[in-house]
């Protein structure tokens, strides 16, 4: 897969994202928002294990995604890209359904800390998904 390295590289990226993400929203206190629930302030460290922070996704997502990395670097492996793609996808629709990230990517509501988790987070989840996608056979 002439995509593997790129696709590693990206998915590295997002997950060193996810983890800033979530020691930042710990720190900040930073809880979930989205259109169907929202966490609260007092539980995030908890919540960050099921339901993400503000600024990055679940424990259990970033978990996945550190196995599928770790298999496609030891070679191409399709179950390792198939996790990547569909976390990648998923993470893609997670940034863009979070309030604070929403706000953290206009000008009005840059963060020095935030905002550059945020912007790189949302950059390796969009690689993440269309560098996984299958590549046609030549």
């Known amino acids: 897969m002439p995509h593997t390295s790129a696709l590693v590289r990206a998915a590295r990226i997002q997950l060193?994202?996810?983890l800033a993400g979530q020691v930042v929203a710990l720190?900040?206190?930073l809880h979930y928002d989205v259109p169907v629930m929202t966490g609260s302030p007092d539980h995030v460290?908890?919540?960050s294990w099921w339901f993400g922070t503000a600024i990055s996704a679940p424990s259990y997502?970033?978990?996945a995604q550190a196995w599928a990395i770790a298999r496609l670097r030891r070679g191409p492996d399709e179950r390792a890209r198939q996790a990547l793609r569909l976390l990648g996808t998923g993470m893609v629709a997670g940034y863009l359904s979070e309030r604070l990230?929403?706000?953290?990517m206009t000008p009005a509501g840059v963060d020095p800390v935030e905002t550059p988790i945020v912007l790189a987070g949302?950059?390796?989840a969009v690689a993440m998904a269309l560098l996984s996608r299958p590549q046609p056979r030549p």
């Not at 990230?101 to 953290?104: G, L, N, V």
């Open 45 to 47: 460290g908890r919540d």
């Open 101 to 104: 990230c929403r706000r953290r």
């Open 122 to 124: 949302f950059g390796g």
């Open 16 to 18: 060193a994202a996810g």
């Open 27 to 29: 720190r900040r206190r």
């Open 61 to 63: 997502m970033l978990a």
